[in-house]
């Protein structure tokens, strides 16, 4: 049973870079079905599509988001990564790494748990 | 810009049925915008409800149906129960790798 789960520092200062790792586990990143998704969520607010990449490196972003952010794949320790940059209060969230199923279709078949990150004001 | 629309909010009774919509802010949406649904509960990740417009996640229960209806995509519950009561969120693909959220809608059952 695939399980994806988010990792990282949960305190940010501002000005400095969030990094995040989503580990997929029971399963391989390579599996050429899939590709691997960020999302966020503010507190009290809704769900933001960051970006998803294939583990072949080919990657789509949110345009809002896409000159602060960036998304890489390691096949080698079967995880993918976020970074964004210059994070200010605005960027406290909730971030899930997700599965999305893109062959025929789309959408996002599998969630982790998600990781808060912190950046104070 | 294009922004996908969602009620803020929907109550139904106990056993009743209720329609949740998910629309464009320009234009209608179709089975071609691959429209899924996610449910949330509080504190909790989201949890896959609908994909392809009508087509249900494994174990989702079947009172729950996607379709689109009129010029948008539509999830009912019919019988709703209390363990329905959640936000609903509807993706849609905009093409060109692009994907949206809709708002969310927060579902009462009362």
């Known amino acids: 049973q695939v399980q994806l789960q988010e990792s990282g520092p949960g305190l940010v200062k501002p000005s400095q870079t969030l990094s995040l790792t989503c580990t997929v586990s029971g399963g391989s990143i390579r599996n050429a079905d899939y590709y691997w998704s960020w999302i966020r969520q503010p507190p009290g607010k809704g769900l933001e599509w960051i970006g998803y990449?294939?583990?072949?490196?080919?990657?789509f972003h949110n345009p809002s988001l896409k000159s602060r952010i960036t998304i890489s794949v390691d096949t080698s320790k079967n995880h993918f990564s976020l970074k964004l940059n210059s994070v200010t209060a605005a960027d406290t969230a909730v971030y899930y790494c997700?599965?999305?199923?893109?062959?025929?279709?789309?959408?996002?078949?599998?969630w982790g748990r998600g990781t808060l990150v912190t950046v104070p004001s | 810009q294009t922004v996908v629309t969602q009620e803020p909010s929907f109550s139904v009774s106990p056993g009743g049925t209720v329609t949740l919509t998910c629309g464009l802010s320009?234009?209608?949406?179709?089975?071609?915008?691959?429209p899924s649904w996610y449910q949330q509960t509080p504190g909790q990740a989201p949890r896959t409800v609908i994909y392809?417009?009508?087509t249900r996640s494994s174990g989702v229960p079947d009172r729950f149906s996607g379709s689109i209806l009129g010029h948008k995509a539509a999830l009912t519950i019919t019988g709703a129960q209390t363990d329905d009561e959640s936000d609903y969120y509807c993706?849609?693909?905009?093409?060109?790798?692009?994907?949206?959220f809709g708002g969310g809608t927060k579902l009462t059952v009362l």
């Open positions: 997700a599965r999305v199923l893109t062959l025929g279709d789309w959408y996002f078949d599998l």
């Open positions: 993706v849609l693909y905009m093409g060109s790798g692009i994907v949206l």
């Open positions: 320009s234009g209608s949406v179709s089975t071609s915008y691959y």
């Open positions: 392809h417009t009508n």
């Open positions: 990449i294939y583990y072949s490196g080919n990657i």
